[in-house]
């Protein structure tokens, strides 16, 4: 090793697809690989704190008898409003049984039914039960199972509180060309310390980005307030390939007031039977103006609280804005509280917590931002468009999710796709790529400044503020145009900031923020339509002639990633 951060695979994030990626490369464990393999995992804050933790709901798979893949197949396709890739899908659902088996055997304790199986759950969308849970707990527990797998691993090393800034570039010629985007090959990362304020060079052969998803672009989300889009604005900077940034699935259900990270209320509860209802006490219908062909053409269509989130999410909108209610109500009055509580310990105590004497009083629910359907672009084996970078989890656009990811597809397809690049990478290192040489012209300024917090975290707000109006569960064409052209103007003001200071994590994640919400800006302004998670009020029909694809980004506004000189 050149240098005390050269590794030979750099993982950013610790969820569930960073952890498992780093548990079958180390030591030559992915099927393939043969050598041993040093990988560090860089994380911003605490090693459990990333989406996965807060999961409640679960990890779909085809286990019951009266379950068959086909089945998940075409309700995975349903929901995603003709997007999805089918071959992405196929193996999402073949590969997920055996990936969750693997969880069982490192730990991972799922909720058990009376015979000792795995107790299978119900959610939006789906036509079977077939969500393997642990409680209303289950990101967590999956985080800690592989957690304390990973701790006695001496060839994973894991840094907390490091936030990385920018992929490092490399070319085999001359350092100074080619830009990002034009050949250049992912060899590592500049990563920031939080603790010391330095910035390191952590080199490697292979990176998997695993940063998790972008919630924290808009003023409600589930998310913790890590997720600031990081991977998808990083991949971007160094020339890879981005899709779907405008389908971002609002959860329809998260506790109000959905301040801060917004408490989430599992659709795990409608799978239990609870229903949405107005204030007066009557049901919530759908909201009569979606495209909702594909799921009118299923007979029996379920009832609005098993249907796919874009639906029922939109369905609340509507009934907010026409009537003015602060929120709508979620009714689990028909369960035993004793059921309740010991299916939903979490979600229990946070209400109780809150005053709400949940079964026998109905919770009060909004939508709020959760998931990123699309991200950085990869193949089935998690490779995105620049050599040496791997993507898996929220951060990746692998074709699975389509217009509107399926509940509980998530976690498993973080599973699946960190198995298939961790075999990649092996087969991949052990085809001799070398790690690369000196960093050319390393360019973070070394000026510091006081921080203007207060300035940061105004703009971190109005951003927010812009994407929820502008830019969230309803569009139409001028608040997107409005939204693209003042996003254009931060984005441009807080790069110039950004480059003329010493980094620090706050500006740095703003940074991110800002080009992210414009890619997400971006893509909703190419696709004047409406399908799945994209709902235009100028454009309310789905329109299968024109824009029955991706919407793909690409030849990122480059010259902010760092060229390194290939060994
Ligand atoms: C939930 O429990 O409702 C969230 C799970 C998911 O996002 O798939």
Redesign the pocket.
């Known amino acids: 090793m050149n240098s005390p951060h050269d590794v030979d695979v750099l993982v950013i994030g610790s969820g569930i697809a960073g952890l498992t990626f780093a548990l079958k490369l180390a030591g030559g464990g992915a099927p393939g690989g043969r050598v041993r393999t040093r990988v560090a995992i860089v994380t911003k804050k605490d090693r459990a704190d990333s989406n996965t933790n807060y ?4 990890i779909a798979v085809v286990l019951a008898g009266d379950d068959a893949e086909e089945l998940h197949v075409r309700d995975t396709l349903d929901s995603g409003a003709g997007l999805c890739h089918p071959a992405a899908v196929e193996q999402l659902v073949r590969e997920g049984p055996e990936r969750v088996r693997e969880l069982v055997e490192w730990g991972a304790r799922f909720s058990r039914g009376e015979g000792g199986g795995l107790e299978l759950g119900r ?1 939006g969308g789906h036509s079977r039960r077939r969500i393997v849970h642990a409680a209303d707990y289950t990101g967590r527990e999956v985080e800690r199972a592989l957690l304390a797998a990973l701790a006695a691993h001496p060839d994973v090393r894991m840094l907390e509180d490091h936030l990385a800034l920018d992929l490092l570039l490399a070319h085999a010629g001359s350092p100074a060309a080619p830009g990002p985007g034009q050949g250049a090959r992912c060899a590592g990362a500049l990563v920031l310390d939080r603790e010391t304020g330095e910035v390191l060079e952590f080199r490697a052969r292979a990176v998997l980005l695993a940063s998790g998803g972008l919630g924290c672009v808009y003023r409600h989300t589930t998310n913790p307030e890590i997720a600031t889009g990081d991977g998808v604005a990083m991949a971007w900077r160094a020339g890879a390939d981005v899709a779907d940034l405008e389908f971002v699935q609002f ?1 329809p259900t998260a506790l109000y007031p959905a301040e801060g990270r917004a408490f ?1 209320i ?3 509860v409608r799978g239990e039977g609870a229903v949405l209802r107005k204030l007066d006490g009557s049901k919530l219908g759908t909201s009569g103006n979606d495209n909702e062909a594909v799921e009118a053409a299923r007979a029996p269509v379920p009832e609005l609280s098993l249907r796919t989130r874009d639906v029922v999410a939109r369905a609340i909108y509507r009934e907010l804005s026409e009537s003015g209610d602060p929120y709508v109500l979620l009714d689990a009055s028909h369960m035993p509280a004793g059921r309740f509580a010991a299916r939903f310990p979490v979600i229990a105590a946070e209400c109780r917590s809150r005053g709400i004497d949940v079964p026998g009083e109905p919770i009060p629910v909004v939508p709020a931002a ?2 990123s359907c699309g991200g950085v672009v990869t193949d089935l084996d998690g490779r995105s468009t620049v050599p040496g970078l791997y993507a898996a989890g929220e951060v990746a656009c692998t074709g699975v999710h389509g217009a509107n990811r399926l ?4 976690l498993l397809e973080a599973l699946v796709w960190a198995h298939r690049a961790a075999r990649a990478v092996a087969a991949e290192l052990e085809a001799a790529s070398v790690l690369p040489g000196d960093v050319v012209a390393p360019t973070t300024p070394a000026h510091r400044r006081e921080h203007d917090a207060v300035r940061i975290l105004a703009l971190r707000r109005e951003l927010q503020e812009l994407m929820w109006a502008d830019a969230g569960i309803v569009r139409n064409d001028e608040c997107l145009l409005r939204a693209e052209q003042r996003l254009r103007r931060m984005r441009n003001e807080v790069e110039a900031e950004y480059r003329r200071e010493a980094p620090w994590p706050e500006l740095a994640e703003l940074r991110n923020l800002a080009e992210v919400a414009l890619l997400i800006v971006r893509c909703a302004v190419a696709r004047p339509e409406s399908r799945g998670l994209h709902f235009n009020t100028d454009h309310p029909g789905r329109d299968d002639a024109g824009f029955a694809r991706d919407t793909v980004l690409r030849d990122g506004e480059a010259g902010t990633a760092r060229q390194v000189q290939q060994g």
């Not at 999961?55 to 679960?58: D, E, L, N």
């Not at 509940?407 to 998530?410: C, R």
């Open positions: 999961a409640q709901g679960g959610e959860h989430l599992s659709e795990a959760h998931y509940a509980s597809n998530s």
